[in-house]
């Protein structure tokens, strides 16, 4: 198909390569992609770009804009997204990553996360041109003849290769033959639906590929696969996760956003614009060798890098504001423009210690005592220095926990 276009269509082949394969982990295969693009192009039909969504967690955080910055990019060249809310697999659950089976859902919690994960997606992507599909359509209609023809091109020693079933067989741990079907269903939604490409994370290479499984088992063209890079959190170790703590929300205030992302350890900083930063190529490349040349302070990248992500959520307007806060609260070191307010019933004094835990700025008074050692908590600006300090609550006192938290105490006494 490549040698049937024309120089301009060639040009575009080239220009929609760069960017779309730009960031990606691997293409799956990188030949077929090129080909999909080139007869996209010569005939004047968008590409089916496909994302499937486990309903079981509607908390967007900036590790999944990876795979949507991706989407993006395919909207903007008249590409079609494929969003599949997995209504119908989510009642068994993703085992990916698990050590046991997941707990099903009922549809009310379908529903109420798909609202949400719209709801968040709409921040990245434009939803508008999306198209929206829920797998119960065509998965609740499949005879059982029909799950066995399916099931019949797959062997049960090719499940065992996946490293969660592996790891729970050889603990002894149960695996349920319900799970065994989840794939199998996720690569059934590519045929439904006839998707030309589908993307996912390098931990959902085994379900993805059983798209061109399925597909190939019903005569039809193949999809390709794109697998993006998992990023890591705040930790700089972990995958980025709500559970361990170390994500920044979509949904996150547009000043915690900016403060999580100055948090970042340096070493992160040129992945996180690569993937998921919505600047251009060039703007990366440029950020990376003046980064590499030394002419770029790390901590002016991650500036950069912040207020990229908040005009990317919240607009332009309220990312120079969150700038300008950072800069006030940070380097200058004055308080924020806005601090939550909370009413105090209490009387009388009381520890510090008891007081940051009550407020629920920190767990317990143990980690209370060791940020006070470290020198992280002030009232009205003033160091808290002795872990037996006392506090006589008054009217509009702020307590400060670490560089981020502020609570302004309300006291009708």
């Given at each position: 198909?490549?040698?049937?276009?024309?120089?301009?269509q060639?040009?575009?082949?080239?220009?929609?390569w760069e960017?779309?394969?730009?960031?990606?982990?691997?293409?799956?295969?990188e030949?077929?992609?090129?080909?999909k693009?080139?007869?996209?192009?010569?005939?004047?039909?968008?590409?089916?770009?496909?994302?499937?969504?486990?309903?079981t967690?509607?908390d967007v955080?900036?590790?999944?804009?990876v795979?949507?910055n991706?989407?993006?990019?395919?909207?903007?060249f008249g590409?079609?997204?494929?969003?599949i809310l997995?209504?119908f697999?989510?009642?068994?659950?993703?085992?990916?990553?698990?050590?046991?089976?997941r707990t099903a859902?009922?549809d009310?919690?379908?529903k109420?996360?798909?609202k949400?994960?719209?709801?968040?997606?709409g921040k990245?992507?434009?939803?508008?041109?999306?198209e929206?599909?829920?797998?119960?359509?065509?998965l609740s209609?499949?005879?059982?003849s029909?799950v066995?023809?399916?099931a019949?091109?797959?062997?049960?020693a090719?499940?065992?290769?996946r490293n969660?079933?592996h790891?729970?067989?050889?603990?002894?741990?149960?695996?349920h033959l319900?799970?065994?079907?989840?794939?199998?269903?996720?690569?059934?939604?590519?045929?439904?639906?006839?998707?030309?490409?589908?993307?996912?994370?390098?931990?959902?290479?085994?379900?993805?590929?059983?798209?061109?499984q399925?597909?190939?088992?019903?005569g039809?063209?193949?999809?390709?696969?794109l697998?993006?890079?998992?990023?890591?959190?705040?930790d700089?170790?972990?995958?980025?996760?709500?559970?361990?703590?170390?994500?920044?929300?979509v949904?996150?205030r547009?000043?915690?956003?900016?403060?999580?992302?100055?948090?970042?350890?340096d070493?992160?900083?040129?992945k996180?614009?690569?993937?998921?930063?919505?600047?251009?190529?060039?703007?990366?490349q440029?950020?990376?060798?003046?980064?590499?040349?030394?002419?770029?302070?790390?901590?002016d990248?991650?500036?950069?890098?912040a207020?990229?992500f908040?005009?990317?959520?919240?607009?332009?307007?309220?990312?120079?504001?969150?700038?300008e806060?950072?800069i006030?609260?940070?380097q200058?070191?004055?308080m924020p423009?806005?601090i939550?307010?909370?009413m105090?019933?209490?009387?009388?004094?009381?520890?510090?210690?008891?007081l940051?835990?009550e407020?629920?700025l920190?767990?317990s008074?143990s980690?209370a005592?060791?940020?006070i050692?470290?020198?992280?908590?002030?009232?009205?600006?003033?160091?808290v220095m002795?872990?037996?300090?006392?506090?006589?609550?008054?009217?509009?006192?702020?307590?400060?926990?670490g560089?981020?938290?502020?609570?302004r105490l309300?006291?009708?006494?």
């Open positions: 198909m490549i040698e049937q276009l024309n120089d301009r060639k040009r575009e082949l080239e220009k929609q960017v779309l394969s730009y960031g990606v982990s691997s293409i799956i295969p030949e077929e992609f090129k080909e693009i080139a007869k996209s192009i010569k005939n004047a039909q968008p590409l089916k770009v496909k994302l499937g969504l486990d309903p967690a509607p955080h900036l590790g999944h804009t795979v949507l991706k989407l993006k990019q395919f909207q903007k590409h079609t997204v494929q969003l997995g209504d697999t989510g009642k068994i659950g993703d085992p990916t990553g698990k050590s046991i089976a859902l009922t009310d919690e379908v109420h996360n798909a949400t994960y719209f709801e968040q997606f990245v992507i434009d939803m508008e041109k999306v929206l599909h829920y797998n119960s359509k065509w209609r499949v005879g059982f029909e066995l023809k399916l019949s091109t797959v062997t049960v090719r499940m065992l290769e969660d079933f790891n729970r067989y050889k603990e002894n741990k149960p695996i319900h799970e065994f079907f989840y794939p199998v269903m996720q690569g059934y939604d590519s045929y439904a639906l006839e998707s030309d490409i589908e993307l996912g994370g390098t931990d959902q290479e085994f379900n993805v590929l059983f798209g061109r399925v597909q190939e088992h019903y039809k063209e193949k999809q390709v696969v697998l993006m890079p998992l990023i890591e959190g705040l700089g170790v972990e995958k980025m996760s709500k559970s361990k703590n170390n994500y920044i929300g949904d996150d547009p000043q915690d956003i900016f403060g999580k992302t100055m948090s970042i350890p070493v992160l900083i040129t996180y614009f690569e993937l998921v930063s919505p600047l251009s190529i060039q703007e990366v440029d950020v990376r060798r003046s980064l590499d040349e030394g002419t770029l302070h790390p901590r990248a991650k500036m950069k890098l207020a990229s908040v005009e990317m959520l919240h607009g332009k307007e309220v990312a120079l504001q969150s700038r806060q950072f006030n609260v940070f200058k070191k004055a423009d806005e939550t307010e909370v105090w019933e209490g009387e009388g004094e009381l520890l510090v210690v008891e940051v835990k407020l629920g920190l767990p008074k980690e005592r060791r940020m050692k470290n020198g992280g908590i002030r009232i009205d600006q003033e160091k002795d872990t037996n300090q006392k506090l006589l609550v008054t009217d509009g006192a702020v307590v400060q926990v560089k981020r938290k502020f609570v309300r006291s009708s006494s």
